[in-house]
Protein backbone atom coordinates (compact mmCIF):
# COMPACT_ATOMS: atom_id res chain seq x y z
CA UNK A 1 0.00 0.00 0.00
CA UNK A 2 1.26 3.61 -0.62
CA UNK A 3 2.62 5.43 1.93
CA UNK A 4 3.60 8.97 0.47
CA UNK A 5 0.64 11.61 -0.43
CA UNK A 6 1.00 15.20 -1.04
CA UNK A 7 -1.79 15.79 0.97
CA UNK A 8 -3.53 13.23 4.59
CA UNK A 9 -6.54 14.41 5.82
CA UNK A 10 -7.69 13.56 9.17
CA UNK A 11 -11.50 13.47 9.10
CA UNK A 12 -13.60 12.73 6.68
CA UNK A 13 -16.63 15.20 8.11
CA UNK A 14 -17.95 17.64 5.51
CA UNK A 15 -14.72 19.69 5.85
CA UNK A 16 -12.20 16.70 5.70
CA UNK A 17 -13.69 14.76 3.05
CA UNK A 18 -14.55 17.68 0.57
CA UNK A 19 -10.92 18.36 1.10
CA UNK A 20 -9.32 15.63 0.55
CA UNK A 21 -11.79 14.95 -2.93
CA UNK A 22 -11.12 18.99 -4.23
CA UNK A 23 -7.22 17.80 -3.71
CA UNK A 24 -7.20 14.85 -5.75
CA UNK A 25 -9.59 16.87 -8.42
CA UNK A 26 -6.47 19.01 -8.55
CA UNK A 27 -4.03 15.96 -9.60
CA UNK A 28 -2.85 15.44 -5.60
CA UNK A 29 -1.96 12.32 -4.28
CA UNK A 30 -4.42 12.14 -1.78
CA UNK A 31 -5.25 10.06 1.82
CA UNK A 32 -8.14 10.85 4.46
CA UNK A 33 -8.05 9.25 7.73
CA UNK A 34 -11.08 8.62 9.31
CA UNK A 35 -11.95 6.92 13.13
CA UNK A 36 -15.96 6.90 12.93
CA UNK A 37 -17.74 3.64 13.45
CA UNK A 38 -21.31 3.35 13.23
CA UNK A 39 -23.20 1.46 16.03
CA UNK A 40 -22.51 -2.03 14.35
CA UNK A 41 -18.66 -1.08 14.08
CA UNK A 42 -18.54 -0.46 10.65
CA UNK A 43 -16.71 2.23 9.20
CA UNK A 44 -18.61 4.70 8.51
CA UNK A 45 -17.61 8.56 6.67
CA UNK A 46 -19.00 11.59 6.17
CA UNK A 47 -18.41 12.84 10.33
CA UNK A 48 -21.05 13.73 12.39
CA UNK A 49 -23.07 15.53 9.81
CA UNK A 50 -23.95 12.71 8.24
CA UNK A 51 -24.06 10.09 10.60
CA UNK A 52 -25.57 11.61 13.77
CA UNK A 53 -26.06 15.56 12.47
CA UNK A 54 -27.61 17.10 9.59
CA UNK A 55 -28.82 14.01 7.65
CA UNK A 56 -30.03 12.63 10.46
CA UNK A 57 -31.89 15.14 11.94
CA UNK A 58 -33.10 17.04 8.84
CA UNK A 59 -34.64 13.32 7.53
CA UNK A 60 -36.71 13.20 11.34
CA UNK A 61 -37.87 16.56 10.60
CA UNK A 62 -39.31 16.18 7.48
CA UNK A 63 -41.30 12.97 8.62
CA UNK A 64 -42.14 14.42 11.55
CA UNK A 65 -43.74 17.65 10.02
CA UNK A 66 -45.72 14.93 7.44
CA UNK A 67 -47.02 13.34 10.65
CA UNK A 68 -47.97 16.99 11.80
CA UNK A 69 -49.50 18.13 8.22
CA UNK A 70 -51.41 14.46 7.85
CA UNK A 71 -52.78 15.05 11.47
CA UNK A 72 -54.19 18.89 11.68
CA UNK A 73 -53.60 20.06 7.97
CA UNK A 74 -55.01 17.90 5.40
CA UNK A 75 -57.95 18.12 6.42
CA UNK A 76 -58.27 21.78 5.92
CA UNK A 77 -57.01 20.95 2.42
CA UNK A 78 -60.34 19.47 1.94
CA UNK A 79 -58.45 15.85 2.22
CA UNK A 80 -59.71 13.49 5.04
CA UNK A 81 -57.37 10.96 5.60
CA UNK A 82 -58.21 8.30 8.27
CA UNK A 83 -56.64 8.83 11.36
CA UNK A 84 -52.91 9.37 10.72
CA UNK A 85 -50.78 6.36 12.97
CA UNK A 86 -47.14 6.63 14.19
CA UNK A 87 -44.57 3.74 13.42
CA UNK A 88 -41.78 5.22 14.80
CA UNK A 89 -39.18 2.43 13.99
CA UNK A 90 -40.32 2.63 10.35
CA UNK A 91 -38.91 6.37 10.67
CA UNK A 92 -36.38 5.39 12.12
CA UNK A 93 -35.35 2.70 9.46
CA UNK A 94 -35.98 5.41 6.77
CA UNK A 95 -33.16 7.98 8.74
CA UNK A 96 -31.12 5.12 9.14
CA UNK A 97 -30.89 4.23 5.08
CA UNK A 98 -30.88 7.72 4.21
CA UNK A 99 -27.45 8.02 6.49
CA UNK A 100 -26.29 4.62 5.37
CA UNK A 101 -26.58 5.45 1.63
CA UNK A 102 -25.14 8.92 1.38
CA UNK A 103 -21.88 7.91 3.99
CA UNK A 104 -21.77 5.03 0.93
CA UNK A 105 -22.06 7.60 -1.32
CA UNK A 106 -18.78 9.18 -0.09
CA UNK A 107 -16.95 5.89 0.15
CA UNK A 108 -18.01 5.83 -3.65
CA UNK A 109 -16.62 9.44 -4.25
CA UNK A 110 -13.12 8.72 -2.50
CA UNK A 111 -13.16 5.72 -4.90
CA UNK A 112 -13.57 7.36 -7.82
CA UNK A 113 -11.14 10.08 -7.24
CA UNK A 114 -8.75 7.79 -5.98
CA UNK A 115 -8.83 8.91 -2.48
CA UNK A 116 -7.28 6.34 -0.14
CA UNK A 117 -8.68 5.91 2.69
CA UNK A 118 -6.92 4.31 6.17
CA UNK A 119 -9.81 3.26 8.99
CA UNK A 120 -8.31 4.56 11.83
CA UNK A 121 -7.33 7.12 14.04
CA UNK A 122 -5.14 9.71 12.86
CA UNK A 123 -1.87 11.71 14.59
CA UNK A 124 0.26 14.10 13.43
CA UNK A 125 3.80 12.02 14.30
CA UNK A 126 6.01 15.06 13.16
CA UNK A 127 5.57 17.61 10.85
CA UNK A 128 5.36 15.78 6.92
CA UNK A 129 4.30 12.29 9.26
CA UNK A 130 1.30 11.01 10.16
CA UNK A 131 0.63 8.00 12.26
CA UNK A 132 -2.86 5.70 11.76
CA UNK A 133 -3.91 3.66 14.48
CA UNK A 134 -5.96 1.20 12.75
CA UNK A 135 -9.48 0.69 13.54
CA UNK A 136 -9.86 -2.77 15.32
CA UNK A 137 -6.63 -3.77 15.45
CA UNK A 138 -2.99 -2.67 17.48
CA UNK A 139 -1.49 -1.67 14.26
CA UNK A 140 0.06 1.55 14.00
CA UNK A 141 1.67 2.54 10.37
CA UNK A 142 3.31 6.03 9.58
CA UNK A 143 2.63 7.79 6.03
CA UNK A 144 4.42 10.62 4.63
CA UNK A 145 2.84 13.38 3.93
CA UNK A 146 3.92 16.84 2.26
CA UNK A 147 0.57 18.56 3.36
CA UNK A 148 -1.44 17.92 6.39
CA UNK A 149 -5.21 19.03 7.24
CA UNK A 150 -6.59 18.64 10.21
CA UNK A 151 -10.58 18.64 10.02
CA UNK A 152 -11.45 16.21 13.11
CA UNK A 153 -14.25 18.17 14.01
CA UNK A 154 -16.41 18.23 17.64
CA UNK A 155 -18.51 16.59 20.20
CA UNK A 156 -21.48 17.41 22.38
CA UNK A 157 -20.24 19.65 25.27
CA UNK A 158 -21.38 17.57 28.23
CA UNK A 159 -22.34 19.36 31.74
CA UNK A 160 -21.66 18.01 35.30
CA UNK A 161 -25.21 18.41 36.64
CA UNK A 162 -26.96 16.37 33.80
CA UNK A 163 -24.43 13.61 33.07
CA UNK A 164 -25.06 11.43 29.97
CA UNK A 165 -26.30 7.69 30.46
CA UNK A 166 -27.32 7.32 26.84
CA UNK A 167 -30.93 5.99 28.20
CA UNK A 168 -33.00 8.34 30.16
CA UNK A 169 -29.81 10.97 29.84
CA UNK A 170 -28.77 11.79 26.20
CA UNK A 171 -26.55 13.87 23.90
CA UNK A 172 -28.06 14.84 20.38
CA UNK A 173 -26.89 11.67 19.01
CA UNK A 174 -29.09 9.55 21.37
CA UNK A 175 -31.89 12.09 20.60
CA UNK A 176 -32.31 10.68 17.13
CA UNK A 177 -32.89 6.94 18.48
CA UNK A 178 -35.80 7.12 20.74
CA UNK A 179 -37.63 3.57 20.17
CA UNK A 180 -40.75 5.30 22.01
CA UNK A 181 -42.00 8.63 21.81
CA UNK A 182 -41.31 10.00 25.48
CA UNK A 183 -44.42 11.68 27.05
CA UNK A 184 -42.17 14.31 28.87
CA UNK A 185 -39.00 16.12 27.22
CA UNK A 186 -36.81 17.87 28.62
CA UNK A 187 -33.79 19.85 26.76
CA UNK A 188 -31.01 21.52 28.33
CA UNK A 189 -30.24 24.44 25.95
CA UNK A 190 -32.63 26.41 23.36
CA UNK A 191 -30.24 26.61 20.68
CA UNK A 192 -30.11 24.99 17.09
CA UNK A 193 -30.23 21.32 18.22
CA UNK A 194 -32.19 21.64 20.86
CA UNK A 195 -35.16 23.55 18.91
CA UNK A 196 -34.76 21.03 15.82
CA UNK A 197 -34.76 17.99 17.74
CA UNK A 198 -37.47 19.55 20.22
CA UNK A 199 -39.73 20.12 17.25
CA UNK A 200 -39.26 16.50 16.51
CA UNK A 201 -40.28 14.98 19.53
CA UNK A 202 -43.20 17.63 19.83
CA UNK A 203 -44.99 16.67 16.76
CA UNK A 204 -44.39 13.08 17.49
CA UNK A 205 -46.59 13.29 20.47
CA UNK A 206 -43.80 14.80 23.37
CA UNK A 207 -44.27 17.72 25.69
CA UNK A 208 -41.11 19.15 25.54
CA UNK A 209 -39.72 21.41 27.98
CA UNK A 210 -36.68 23.76 27.03
CA UNK A 211 -34.24 24.57 29.81
CA UNK A 212 -32.08 27.97 29.12
CA UNK A 213 -29.17 29.35 31.23
CA UNK A 214 -29.99 32.61 28.94
CA UNK A 215 -32.72 35.14 29.49
CA UNK A 216 -33.74 34.52 25.54
CA UNK A 217 -32.29 32.61 22.85
CA UNK A 218 -30.78 32.17 19.51
CA UNK A 219 -28.22 35.26 20.35
CA UNK A 220 -26.94 35.52 16.74
CA UNK A 221 -30.22 35.98 15.02
CA UNK A 222 -31.94 39.03 14.43
CA UNK A 223 -34.18 40.50 17.71
CA UNK A 224 -36.99 40.61 15.80
CA UNK A 225 -36.92 37.08 14.10
CA UNK A 226 -35.95 35.44 17.56
CA UNK A 227 -39.17 37.47 18.99
CA UNK A 228 -41.41 36.05 16.54
CA UNK A 229 -39.67 32.63 16.38
CA UNK A 230 -40.39 32.59 20.19
CA UNK A 231 -44.11 33.43 20.15
CA UNK A 232 -44.53 30.51 17.40
CA UNK A 233 -42.96 27.99 19.12
CA UNK A 234 -44.67 28.96 22.30
CA UNK A 235 -48.50 28.36 20.18
CA UNK A 236 -46.96 25.01 19.19
CA UNK A 237 -46.94 23.97 22.83
CA UNK A 238 -42.64 24.49 23.06
CA UNK A 239 -41.92 25.07 26.85
CA UNK A 240 -38.94 27.37 27.55
CA UNK A 241 -37.70 27.87 31.05
CA UNK A 242 -35.21 30.77 30.41
CA UNK A 243 -32.81 31.81 32.93
CA UNK A 244 -32.63 28.07 34.32
CA UNK A 245 -29.68 26.04 35.32
CA UNK A 246 -29.84 22.73 35.83
CA UNK A 247 -27.92 22.29 39.32
CA UNK A 248 -28.59 17.92 39.34
CA UNK A 249 -30.57 15.54 38.19
CA UNK A 250 -31.67 12.29 39.53
CA UNK A 251 -31.84 9.31 37.28
CA UNK A 252 -34.81 6.64 38.18
CA UNK A 253 -36.88 5.43 35.34
CA UNK A 254 -37.80 9.10 34.76
CA UNK A 255 -35.60 12.44 35.28
CA UNK A 256 -35.71 14.31 38.38
CA UNK A 257 -34.12 17.78 36.98
CA UNK A 258 -33.58 20.43 39.91
CA UNK A 259 -33.01 23.88 38.07
CA UNK A 260 -32.51 27.29 39.55
CA UNK A 261 -34.37 29.70 37.97
CA UNK A 262 -34.13 33.53 38.85
CA UNK A 263 -32.94 32.71 41.93
CA UNK A 264 -35.88 30.15 42.94
CA UNK A 265 -34.93 26.37 43.22
CA UNK A 266 -37.66 24.52 41.22
CA UNK A 267 -38.16 20.49 40.38
CA UNK A 268 -39.67 19.00 36.96
CA UNK A 269 -40.11 15.14 36.27
CA UNK A 270 -39.23 14.53 32.47
CA UNK A 271 -39.10 10.84 30.50
CA UNK A 272 -36.13 11.90 28.94
CA UNK A 273 -33.65 14.47 28.97
CA UNK A 274 -31.75 15.60 26.31
CA UNK A 275 -28.12 17.87 27.01
CA UNK A 276 -27.66 19.97 23.83
CA UNK A 277 -25.42 23.05 25.16
CA UNK A 278 -23.21 23.35 22.24
CA UNK A 279 -20.43 21.43 21.14
CA UNK A 280 -16.50 21.56 21.64
CA UNK A 281 -13.59 20.90 19.29
CA UNK A 282 -11.77 17.27 18.76
CA UNK A 283 -8.47 19.17 19.43
CA UNK A 284 -6.84 16.92 21.90
CA UNK A 285 -4.39 14.02 21.28
CA UNK A 286 -4.01 15.61 17.54
CA UNK A 287 -0.09 15.23 17.72
CA UNK A 288 2.92 14.04 19.30
CA UNK A 289 3.95 16.49 22.00
CA UNK A 290 6.68 17.25 20.23
CA UNK A 291 4.90 18.78 17.41
CA UNK A 292 3.59 22.23 19.13
CA UNK A 293 0.54 22.77 17.70
CA UNK A 294 -1.05 26.29 19.13
CA UNK A 295 -4.71 25.44 20.62
CA UNK A 296 -6.56 28.21 21.85
CA UNK A 297 -7.92 28.67 25.06
CA UNK A 298 -11.41 27.28 23.89
CA UNK A 299 -9.59 24.22 22.50
CA UNK A 300 -9.82 25.08 18.65
CA UNK A 301 -6.77 24.94 16.77
CA UNK A 302 -5.26 28.76 15.68
CA UNK A 303 -4.94 29.14 12.03
CA UNK A 304 -5.45 32.22 10.20
CA UNK A 305 -7.66 33.45 7.39
CA UNK A 306 -6.40 30.46 5.16
CA UNK A 307 -6.71 27.79 7.77
CA UNK A 308 -2.86 27.75 8.05
CA UNK A 309 -2.01 26.78 11.43
CA UNK A 310 1.44 27.77 12.86
CA UNK A 311 2.79 24.27 11.46
CA UNK A 312 4.38 24.91 8.30
CA UNK A 313 1.88 22.79 5.83
CA UNK A 314 -0.39 22.30 8.50
CA UNK A 315 -3.75 23.53 8.28
CA UNK A 316 -6.90 22.80 10.54
CA UNK A 317 -10.63 22.84 8.91
CA UNK A 318 -14.30 23.11 10.07
CA UNK A 319 -15.54 22.46 13.50
CA UNK A 320 -11.89 22.21 14.58
CA UNK A 321 -11.21 25.78 13.83
CA UNK A 322 -12.87 29.41 14.97
CA UNK A 323 -16.06 30.69 13.15
CA UNK A 324 -19.74 29.22 13.33
CA UNK A 325 -19.82 25.42 13.81
CA UNK A 326 -21.40 25.00 10.44
CA UNK A 327 -21.14 21.65 7.37
CA UNK A 328 -21.23 24.27 5.02
CA UNK A 329 -17.89 26.46 6.41
CA UNK A 330 -16.07 23.48 7.28
CA UNK A 331 -16.71 22.50 3.37
CA UNK A 332 -15.84 25.78 1.83
CA UNK A 333 -12.54 26.07 4.24
CA UNK A 334 -11.90 22.42 2.82
CA UNK A 335 -11.63 23.48 -0.78
CA UNK A 336 -10.31 26.78 -0.06
CA UNK A 337 -7.17 24.97 1.57
CA UNK A 338 -6.91 22.37 -1.16
CA UNK A 339 -6.72 25.02 -3.60
CA UNK A 340 -4.09 26.95 -1.51
CA UNK A 341 -1.72 23.70 -1.60
CA UNK A 342 -1.83 23.52 -5.15
CA UNK A 343 -0.81 26.75 -5.59
CA UNK A 344 -3.84 28.45 -6.86
CA UNK A 345 -5.73 31.40 -5.19
CA UNK A 346 -8.69 30.80 -2.72
CA UNK A 347 -10.21 32.43 -0.05
CA UNK A 348 -13.39 32.31 2.07
CA UNK A 349 -15.92 34.88 2.49
CA UNK A 350 -16.54 34.98 6.33
CA UNK A 351 -18.77 37.81 6.46
CA UNK A 352 -21.15 35.67 4.40
CA UNK A 353 -21.67 32.76 5.81
CA UNK A 354 -25.76 31.36 6.28
CA UNK A 355 -27.56 30.05 9.08
CA UNK A 356 -30.58 28.13 9.37
CA UNK A 357 -32.75 26.72 11.87
CA UNK A 358 -34.45 23.79 10.46
CA UNK A 359 -38.08 24.22 12.48
CA UNK A 360 -41.09 24.95 10.91
CA UNK A 361 -41.03 27.63 10.08
CA UNK A 362 -37.75 28.07 9.10
CA UNK A 363 -35.42 30.73 10.45
CA UNK A 364 -32.33 31.69 7.74
CA UNK A 365 -30.19 35.04 7.95
CA UNK A 366 -26.91 36.39 6.35
CA UNK A 367 -25.06 39.21 6.86
CA UNK A 368 -25.82 41.67 9.82
CA UNK A 369 -28.40 41.86 12.40
CA UNK A 370 -29.89 45.52 12.63
CA UNK A 371 -28.32 44.91 16.65
CA UNK A 372 -24.80 44.78 15.21
CA UNK A 373 -25.16 47.39 12.97
CA UNK A 374 -26.77 49.93 16.01
CA UNK A 375 -23.66 48.52 18.15
CA UNK A 376 -21.08 49.76 15.46
CA UNK A 377 -23.10 53.04 14.73
CA UNK A 378 -24.02 52.21 10.98
CA UNK A 379 -26.94 53.76 9.34
CA UNK A 380 -28.90 51.63 7.45
CA UNK A 381 -32.67 51.18 6.31
CA UNK A 382 -34.94 47.97 6.63
CA UNK A 383 -37.34 46.88 4.74
CA UNK A 384 -39.92 44.39 6.10
CA UNK A 385 -42.44 41.81 3.95
CA UNK A 386 -44.46 39.48 5.70
CA UNK A 387 -45.41 35.90 4.49
CA UNK A 388 -49.49 37.01 5.30
CA UNK A 389 -49.10 39.78 2.15
CA UNK A 390 -47.98 36.54 0.11
CA UNK A 391 -50.36 35.09 -2.26
CA UNK A 392 -48.08 31.87 -2.86
CA UNK A 393 -48.23 31.45 1.44
CA UNK A 394 -51.49 31.84 1.54
CA UNK A 395 -52.12 29.56 -1.23
CA UNK A 396 -49.68 26.70 0.71
CA UNK A 397 -51.74 27.79 4.06
CA UNK A 398 -48.33 28.72 5.11
CA UNK A 399 -48.02 32.14 6.45
CA UNK A 400 -46.51 33.05 9.41
CA UNK A 401 -43.28 35.00 9.36
CA UNK A 402 -41.80 37.60 7.26
CA UNK A 403 -38.29 38.71 5.40
CA UNK A 404 -36.22 42.01 6.21
CA UNK A 405 -33.76 42.83 4.45
CA UNK A 406 -31.20 45.69 5.58
CA UNK A 407 -28.86 47.71 3.35
CA UNK A 408 -26.59 50.80 3.72
CA UNK A 409 -28.34 54.17 4.24
CA UNK A 410 -25.71 55.63 2.11
CA UNK A 411 -24.46 53.25 -0.65
CA UNK A 412 -27.99 51.06 -0.27
CA UNK A 413 -25.58 47.67 -0.52
CA UNK A 414 -27.46 44.53 1.34
CA UNK A 415 -25.95 43.96 4.55
CA UNK A 416 -27.85 41.58 5.81
CA UNK A 417 -31.12 39.66 5.38
CA UNK A 418 -33.14 37.87 7.89
CA UNK A 419 -36.54 35.50 7.76
CA UNK A 420 -38.52 33.12 9.47
CA UNK A 421 -41.13 31.34 7.21
CA UNK A 422 -42.04 28.72 5.05
CA UNK A 423 -38.63 27.53 3.06
CA UNK A 424 -36.64 30.46 4.31
CA UNK A 425 -33.29 27.48 4.46
CA UNK A 426 -33.41 27.86 0.21
CA UNK A 427 -34.86 31.30 0.04
CA UNK A 428 -31.66 32.61 1.93
CA UNK A 429 -29.02 31.44 -0.60
CA UNK A 430 -31.20 34.40 -3.02
CA UNK A 431 -29.79 36.37 -0.29
CA UNK A 432 -25.99 35.08 -0.11
CA UNK A 433 -25.95 35.05 -3.62
CA UNK A 434 -27.31 38.62 -3.59
CA UNK A 435 -24.36 39.51 -1.19
CA UNK A 436 -21.40 37.44 -2.62
CA UNK A 437 -21.72 39.91 -5.73
CA UNK A 438 -22.18 43.34 -3.61
CA UNK A 439 -26.02 43.46 -4.74
CA UNK A 440 -28.13 47.22 -3.52
CA UNK A 441 -31.24 46.76 -2.65
CA UNK A 442 -32.82 48.52 -5.56
CA UNK A 443 -30.81 45.66 -7.54
CA UNK A 444 -33.38 43.43 -5.98
CA UNK A 445 -36.40 45.95 -6.64
CA UNK A 446 -35.43 46.39 -10.44
CA UNK A 447 -35.18 42.18 -10.52
CA UNK A 448 -38.48 40.26 -12.24
CA UNK A 449 -39.50 37.73 -10.06
CA UNK A 450 -41.63 34.65 -10.60
CA UNK A 451 -45.25 35.06 -9.54
CA UNK A 452 -46.78 33.66 -7.34
CA UNK A 453 -43.48 32.80 -5.13
CA UNK A 454 -42.19 32.68 -1.85
CA UNK A 455 -39.43 34.58 -3.48
CA UNK A 456 -41.72 37.33 -4.14
CA UNK A 457 -41.38 37.95 -0.43
CA UNK A 458 -37.88 38.70 -0.87
CA UNK A 459 -38.64 41.63 -3.43
CA UNK A 460 -40.95 43.16 -1.59
CA UNK A 461 -38.90 43.20 1.21
CA UNK A 462 -36.15 45.10 -0.95
CA UNK A 463 -38.78 47.16 -2.53
CA UNK A 464 -39.32 48.15 1.13
CA UNK A 465 -36.28 49.02 2.09
CA UNK A 466 -37.24 52.31 -0.19
CA UNK A 467 -40.78 52.47 1.08
CA UNK A 468 -42.39 51.02 -1.78
CA UNK A 469 -43.64 47.35 -1.60
CA UNK A 470 -46.67 46.60 -3.29
CA UNK A 471 -48.53 43.88 -1.45
CA UNK A 472 -48.98 45.52 1.79
CA UNK A 473 -51.36 48.70 3.09
CA UNK A 474 -48.53 50.99 4.56
CA UNK A 475 -44.77 50.26 4.14
CA UNK A 476 -44.02 48.99 8.05
CA UNK A 477 -40.65 51.22 8.15
CA UNK A 478 -40.14 55.17 7.54
P1 LIG B 1 -17.17 16.32 11.84
O1 LIG B 1 -18.36 16.23 10.97
O2 LIG B 1 -17.35 16.25 13.30
O3 LIG B 1 -16.18 15.18 11.34
C1 LIG B 1 -14.96 14.94 11.95
C2 LIG B 1 -14.53 13.52 11.64
O4 LIG B 1 -13.20 13.33 12.11
C3 LIG B 1 -15.38 12.45 12.33
O5 LIG B 1 -15.68 11.43 11.43
C4 LIG B 1 -14.48 11.95 13.44
O6 LIG B 1 -14.73 10.59 13.79
C5 LIG B 1 -13.13 12.09 12.78
N1 LIG B 1 -11.99 12.14 13.72
C6 LIG B 1 -11.89 12.82 14.89
N2 LIG B 1 -10.66 12.65 15.40
C7 LIG B 1 -9.98 11.84 14.55
C8 LIG B 1 -8.66 11.32 14.51
N3 LIG B 1 -7.76 11.61 15.45
N4 LIG B 1 -8.32 10.52 13.48
C9 LIG B 1 -9.21 10.21 12.50
N5 LIG B 1 -10.47 10.69 12.48
C10 LIG B 1 -10.83 11.50 13.48
N6 LIG B 1 -24.53 21.91 10.47
C11 LIG B 1 -25.13 22.50 9.42
O7 LIG B 1 -24.47 23.23 8.67
N7 LIG B 1 -26.45 22.26 9.12
C12 LIG B 1 -27.21 21.46 9.89
O8 LIG B 1 -28.40 21.28 9.61
C13 LIG B 1 -26.63 20.84 11.02
N8 LIG B 1 -27.34 20.02 11.81
C14 LIG B 1 -26.75 19.40 12.87
C15 LIG B 1 -27.52 18.57 13.68
C16 LIG B 1 -26.93 17.94 14.76
C17 LIG B 1 -27.77 17.03 15.62
C18 LIG B 1 -25.55 18.12 15.03
C19 LIG B 1 -24.88 17.41 16.18
C20 LIG B 1 -24.78 18.96 14.23
C21 LIG B 1 -25.38 19.61 13.16
N9 LIG B 1 -24.65 20.48 12.34
C22 LIG B 1 -25.26 21.10 11.28
C23 LIG B 1 -23.23 20.76 12.59
C24 LIG B 1 -22.37 19.93 11.61
O9 LIG B 1 -22.66 18.56 11.79
C25 LIG B 1 -20.91 20.20 11.86
O10 LIG B 1 -20.66 21.60 11.75
C26 LIG B 1 -20.04 19.48 10.84
O11 LIG B 1 -20.26 18.10 10.86
C27 LIG B 1 -18.56 19.76 11.10
O12 LIG B 1 -17.81 19.13 10.11
P2 LIG B 1 -16.30 18.69 10.36
O13 LIG B 1 -15.89 17.98 9.12
O14 LIG B 1 -15.52 19.84 10.83
O15 LIG B 1 -16.35 17.67 11.57
P1 LIG C 1 -25.90 26.18 20.55
O1 LIG C 1 -24.69 26.93 20.89
O2 LIG C 1 -26.68 26.52 19.34
O3 LIG C 1 -26.94 26.30 21.77
C1 LIG C 1 -26.64 25.90 23.06
C2 LIG C 1 -27.62 26.59 24.00
O4 LIG C 1 -27.44 26.03 25.29
C3 LIG C 1 -27.37 28.09 24.12
O5 LIG C 1 -28.59 28.78 24.00
C4 LIG C 1 -26.77 28.24 25.52
O6 LIG C 1 -27.09 29.46 26.13
C5 LIG C 1 -27.42 27.08 26.24
N1 LIG C 1 -26.66 26.58 27.39
C6 LIG C 1 -25.34 26.41 27.50
N2 LIG C 1 -25.04 25.86 28.70
C7 LIG C 1 -26.22 25.68 29.34
C8 LIG C 1 -26.58 25.12 30.61
N3 LIG C 1 -25.66 24.64 31.44
N4 LIG C 1 -27.89 25.09 30.94
C9 LIG C 1 -28.84 25.57 30.09
N5 LIG C 1 -28.55 26.09 28.88
C10 LIG C 1 -27.26 26.13 28.52
O7 LIG C 1 -25.45 24.65 20.58
P2 LIG C 1 -26.22 23.36 20.11
O8 LIG C 1 -27.66 23.60 19.94
O9 LIG C 1 -25.75 22.28 21.03
O10 LIG C 1 -25.59 23.11 18.68
C11 LIG C 1 -24.17 22.87 18.55
C12 LIG C 1 -23.65 23.32 17.23
O11 LIG C 1 -24.17 22.53 16.18
C13 LIG C 1 -24.00 24.76 16.95
O12 LIG C 1 -22.82 25.49 16.86
C14 LIG C 1 -24.70 24.76 15.64
O13 LIG C 1 -24.13 25.68 14.75
C15 LIG C 1 -24.52 23.35 15.09
N6 LIG C 1 -25.83 22.95 14.56
C16 LIG C 1 -26.30 23.61 13.46
C17 LIG C 1 -27.55 23.30 12.97
C18 LIG C 1 -28.06 24.04 11.78
O14 LIG C 1 -27.27 24.65 11.08
N7 LIG C 1 -29.35 24.01 11.52
C19 LIG C 1 -28.33 22.34 13.59
C20 LIG C 1 -27.83 21.71 14.71
C21 LIG C 1 -26.57 22.02 15.19
Redesign the pocket.
Known amino acids: MKNKFDVVVIGAGPAGYVAAIRCAQLGLSTACVDAWCDKNGNASLGGTCLNV ?2 IP ?1 KALLESSELFTQAQHEFSNHGINVSLAELDLAQMLRRKDKIVKDLTKGISGLFQSNKVEYFSGLGKVHSPGQVSIKKSGSNETIIVHAKNIILATG ?1 R ?2 E ?1 P ?1 AVIDKQTIVD ?1 SGALEFDQVPKTLGI ?9 LGTVWRRLGSKVIL ?4 PS ?3 SADREIASNALKIYQNQGLEFRFN ?3 VSCEVNKAVVVHTEEQGQAKTQEVDRLVV ?4 KPNSEHLTTPQVKLEIDAAGFVRVDDQCKTNIEHVYAIGDLVRG ?4 HKGSEEGMMVAELIAGHFARVNYDNIP ?4 THPELAWVGQTEQSLIAQGRDYRAGVFPFAASGRARAAGDTSGLVKVIADAKTDRILGVHMIGPHCSELIMQAVIAIEFSASAEDLALTMFAHPTLSEAFHEAALAVDNRAIHIAKAKRA
Not at 188 to 195: D, E
Not at 211 to 214: P, R, T
Not at 276 to 279: F, H, S
Open positions: GCSSSTISSVGAGVIGLEFEALFLPSKVAVGRPMLASVVY
